[in-house]
């Protein structure tokens, strides 16, 4: 391994975060927050940023990926939960959600957002999307060397101009920011989905390390967070400077969305060529994402499934993120917004628990009793998220610590491990799962 080598890595894993979500939710972050955009871009790092490299390198610690750490859980939890986060990454909503925001924000604003349009620009994109998908091998050369500095360039130029351009002022934060700011970023840093995303881009740093010599696990683990190390870097300057920018456009005017504030901003700094930087930006970003999920879900069934080759797999998953593409984005993040709200907490306890795995011996116990808690609770919340009326059980819900704060599932999985930990020392102390693992 060359210091070029984990550089490179480093840019690839950049440009598969840095997507549709990336994009959105920071500026819309930033022009709510207003005066509280601080202390709310800062909890929006941590599960933006923090959370997904701190996955990456759990996943690096694991020999067989997501779904043995699911595994620890029940066999079959770990399939079924990482296909779900395949899926829910993949072609059902991750990839559709960053196609339409690629069209929505690269293609509309220049020729126009007919149903026509939209399928035309599809059908382009996802063959593209394809045909970089067919060699995962050169997926750090093609991305990480070509793709993400130019990437990078076009993000630089709309920062610069956003600190000399933009004159407006910040404005005192709307509602859900004014009490608790951090908390507040922090949840809004769920629907850019890289914290589950990195469950399954982990895969594809492992493997770039491995074609370049680096087969000890240990030194896996290390390069790994080397790798890391280049990415949150890098995405921590660009969450905060998008950020930056949709609070200095709170006193430009009203948006409906994040799309919408980075469209005013670049016309506003840069006239019609501000137009085609952020067309740049964007399609850059959604493509890069859209091939990283792409081989990601396409490694995966592949191994669940021998008998399906690669390719015959990222077909599948390219023409289901077609269909549902045309769907349309917001009937797309209506959908997702439960999903999402179900499996991140989930996804979060797993990751802890792989990091504290020796410190319980391993015991499967520990992470049923945790996994159980957690799950209750979250199921709670997407089911709400998805418009089910709970009221029966709020009242109950609502006594759980950090519960108003979206978190009411961190004490029940700390009881739940807790409580698996005293039978697993009291009952079953011979049950473990081998800690080598």
């Known amino acids: 391994m060359k210091r070029r080598d984990t550089v490179f890595i480093g840019f690839t894993l ?23 955009y601080w202390p709310a871009i800062a909890g929006f790092v941590l599960t933006g940023v923090g959370i997904p490299v701190i996955t990456v390198t759990a996943i690096s610690l694991i020999r067989n990926g997501t779904i043995e750490l699911g595994s620890r859980v029940h ?74 500095p130019l990437l990078l360039l076009s993000i630089i130029g709309l920062v610069i101009g956003s600190f000399f351009l933009l004159d407006g002022s910040l404005i005192q934060p709307t509602e859900k920011y004014q009490s608790t700011p951090f908390f507040t970023g922090f949840l809004e840093g769920y ?53 930056w920018i949709g609070a200095k456009m709170a006193s430009e005017g009203s948006y409906a969305n994040g799309g ?73 993040i209506a959908y997702s917004v439960p999903v999402l709200v179900f499996i991140y907490p989930i996804a979060i306890v797993l990751v802890i628990l792989a990091f504290t795995h020796r410190l319980f011996n391993g015991s499967l116990y520990v992470y049923r009793g945790a996994i159980l808690m957690t799950s209750i609770i979250s199921l709670y919340d997407g089911l709400v998220a998805f418009g089910i009326d709970l009221s029966a059980v709020e009242g109950m819900m609502q006594q759980l610590p950090l519960f108003s704060l979206g978190l009411g599932w961190v004490i029940p999985a700390i009881i739940g491990a807790l409580g698996g930990l005293l039978f697993h020392l009291f009952i079953s102390s011979d049950r473990l799962i081998p800690t080598d693992k």
């Open 191 to 243: 629907l850019t989905m890289d914290a589950i995303a990195a469950l399954a881009f982990g895969i594809i740093v492992i493997t770039a390390l491995k074609e370049r010599g680096v087969t000890d696990q240990k030194e896996i683990t290390r390069y790994t967070l080397k790798v890391g190390a280049v990415t949150a870097t890098g995405l921590t300057a660009v969450y905060t400077s998008i950020g």
């Open 260 to 332: 919408e504030i980075l469209s005013g901003a670049a016309n506003l700094m840069y006239g019609q060529i501000g137009t085609v930087l952020l067309g740049i930006i964007v399609a850059l970003a959604c493509f890069t994402t859209c091939v990283g999920l792409t081989v990601a879900c396409g490694q995966f069934f592949n191994r669940v499934f021998p008998k399906l080759s690669y390719n015959i797999v990222i077909t599948v998953i390219t023409l289901i993120s077609f269909a549902v593409s045309n769907v349309g984005l917001n009937q797309i």
């Open 75 to 148: 066999p079959l939890f770990g399939l079924l939960f990482t296909a779900a986060i395949y899926l829910a990454i993949g072609p059902f909503f991750g990839i559709p959600r960053a196609a339409n925001v690629a069209f929505e924000m690269g293609v509309q604003p220049l020729a126009g957002g007919s149903a026509g349009m939209l399928l035309l620009f599809t059908i382009i994109f996802f063959a593209l999307v394809f045909w970089v998908s067919l060699n995962p091998s050169k997926i750090v050369d093609r991305i990480g060397q070509w793709l993400t």
């Open 14 to 36: 950049f440009a598969l975060f840095f997507g549709a979500g990336n994009l959105i939710y920071p500026t819309s972050l930033g022009i709510e927050a207003g005066t509280s």
